[in-house]
């Protein structure tokens, strides 16, 4: 068999959806993932007989609309245009969300809007005195907003004190960083078109990157799952070498990557200089915790996902995947997913599942829901989810980008790749760019990648 053109390191949607693209433009593609299947952190699975995910995932509507076309025509009926309803626990009360201004008005403590109403007012004089997610949000959003809901979230989600999170933390987070563009979005969510809807697939969210790995397959690709790089050897132009754990070598034209850019820094040969090695564990991944609780008698609530942003528990959201669609889930039992972020290798890291059981069951309680009966716990844990942007740490991520980007035979690319917080819709945008700068004798665009980084710097995260 001739050499391929493209090895894709990581399975995920970035990943499946670079090498289905490039493998239907005529590319030879072989795609290296570690795991046992497509999906990644996107990825579903199969729990009592219901498909979950790992925790929640939606398909944004911002999505582009040739990506959603071609979803679309791999997923036709599967995939569903769905009502969002969630609620967040705000104030000691559960208030709908997206937001919606009568339930606001019913719900919303007085005292929380007569002050919240006040710092809108003196927006115009506020100015965030240092580029910290702290300044940023205090001077767009008014302290009542910050110190009652988004710095205790911050401080659950992050680790640290919103202080010490750079001011790009909340640009790349914060939707409606302003009070004009929170109230506008309150009226979106009031409006049955204005957007209070996502896309989902019936048989859980990892069917977007298993159909796109079927796809891709079908036009050609290799795709091989369970073995993980251990060596990318970064030769001159066309040519790049990676070593599975086996020992086994693949050689291609080039090497594009979604696994965490500090990690390829460690893996690739020749090493980067001393001084970029540091700076790669300059950057951090905050890891998190996934735990199921398998419930008999049918649905827990109506509700997709419940916000925990309050800081009496470690658990930021829990979600009911059978919510999430109209499919063929058993009437019997549910399962609920509850998100931790955490430390890797920290205390509630190490916890035992049932403790962490029992801590999930304890936040539903004493948040006046009903405390469920427990068939059956499932735990996993994912060491890199989101990367924290401490003060400083772009000096380290351009480093190391820049390192990137000057080797001729590699990629970076995707949330990890990119070290960045982005949505799945997000992810797919790279990916579909990626391919449509590969060049049909495989030469690469570099001028329309480059483009491409400029529109990814826009990307907020959609919650």
């Keep these: 068999m001739p050499a391929p053109d493209l090895i894709i390191l990581g399975a995920g949607p970035a990943g499946v959806g670079a090498a289905f693209r490039a493998a239907r433009a005529g590319h030879r593609v072989v795609v290296l993932e ?79 809007a007569a002050a919240a109403a006040r710092d ?55 939707t409606a960083g302003s009070p004009a563009r929170l109230l506008a979005r309150v009226a979106r969510g009031a409006s049955a078109a204005g957007g209070a809807f996502f896309w989902y697939p019936r048989r859980g969210f990892g069917t977007i990157s298993e159909r796109l790995a079927e796809a891709a397959e079908a036009a050609g690709a290799e795709l091989r799952f369970g073995g993980a790089a251990e060596r990318v ?18 050689t291609a034209r080039r ?31 905050r890891a998190m915790l996934l735990v199921y609780l398998v419930l008999d008698g049918g649905r827990y609530s109506r509700y997709d996902a419940h916000y925990l942003p309050d800081p009496g528990t470690p658990v930021t959201r829990v979600s009911e995947p059978t919510n999430y669609r109209d499919g063929d889930d058993p009437r019997d ?15 509630l ?7 962490l059981a029992g801590l ?28 924290v942007y401490r003060v400083g740490y772009a000096a380290a991520f351009d480093a190391l980008d820049a390192w990137a980007a000057a080797q001729p035979a590699l990629l970076s690319f995707g949330r990890l790749g990119l070290f960045v917080h982005d949505n799945t819709h997000h992810a797919l945008a790279m990916a579909w760019a990626a391919a449509d700068a590969l060049a049909p004798d495989g030469g690469f665009d570099h001028d329309a990648w480059a483009a491409a980084r400029a529109r990814f710097a826009g990307h907020v995260v959609e919650d």
Excluded at 334 to 345: D, I, N
Aim: glycine share 10%.
């Design 349 to 355: 890291w190490r916890a035992a599942d049932g403790e």
């Design 255 to 285: 090497v594009w990557s979604t696994i965490p850019l500090p990690v390829l820094a460690r893996i690739a040969e020749p090493a980067p200089p001393a001084s970029l090695l540091a700076a790669a564990g300059r950057l951090d991944f």
């Design 360 to 387: 999930v069951r304890a936040t539903l309680r004493d948040r006046g829901l009903p405390e469920p009966t427990v068939r059956a716990v499932a735990v996993r844990r994912l060491p890199a989810v989101y990367p």
């Design 34 to 112: 570690r795991g046992q299947g497509p999906g990644g952190a996107a990825g579903s699975f199969e729990l009592d007989g219901i498909r979950v995910d790992h925790g929640s995932h939606r398909l944004h509507p911002a999505i582009e609309p040739r990506i959603l076309a071609d979803l679309r025509g791999l997923l036709g009926e599967e995939l569903q245009r769905r009502p969002r309803n969630g609620r967040i626990f705000l104030e000691g009360r559960w208030i709908r969300f997206p937001l919606r201004p009568a339930d606001l008005a019913r719900r919303l403590p007085p005292s929380f």
């Design 233 to 250: 050897r970064l030769g001159g132009p066309g040519r790049a070498d990676v070593t599975l754990a086996g020992g086994e070598t693949v």
């Design 333 to 347: 039992r549910t399962v609920l997913c509850a998100e931790l972020p955490c430390e890797r290798g920290g205390e």
């Design 120 to 174: 809108a007012a003196t927006a115009w004089a506020r100015r965030p005195r240092a580029d910290t997610f702290a300044e940023v949000l205090r001077a767009g959003l008014g302290p009542t907003m910050c110190e009652r809901f988004y710095f205790p979230y911050a401080r659950k989600l992050w680790g640290l004190d919103p202080s010490e999170l750079a001011g790009e933390q909340a640009r790349r987070r914060v």
